[in-house]
């Protein structure tokens, strides 16, 4: 589950992460409503990515159709 959050609830769960949970299914207890998206901050990115809008593809996959895919061997001559 992707969940979007600004930057201050974003500071406020890793100042205290005990109070202020990231599990999906606990923010709405203390976030009154979603920021605008210039203020969003991703948080649990998905499908291989990261950054703050789950921009960019982890190390060894790429980006392609939108979705960051593992890059495989080309194949090629062995000598």
């Known amino acids: 589950m992707l969940v979007k959050k600004g930057r201050k609830e974003l500071e406020l769960a890793k100042g205290e992460p005990e109070k202020y949970l990231l599990n999906p299914e606990k923010i709405e207890n203390w ?6 998206e210039d203020e969003a901050v991703c948080v649990n990115c998905q499908n291989n990515s990261y950054g703050d809008k789950c921009e960019s593809c982890l190390h060894g996959y790429f980006l392609l159709d939108g979705k960051c895919t593992k890059r495989t061997s ?3 001559a062995k000598g």
Do not use: D, F, Q, Y
Not at 31 to 36: C, K, Y
């Open 31 to 36: 976030v009154a409503e979603g920021p605008s």
């Open 74 to 76: 080309l194949g090629g």
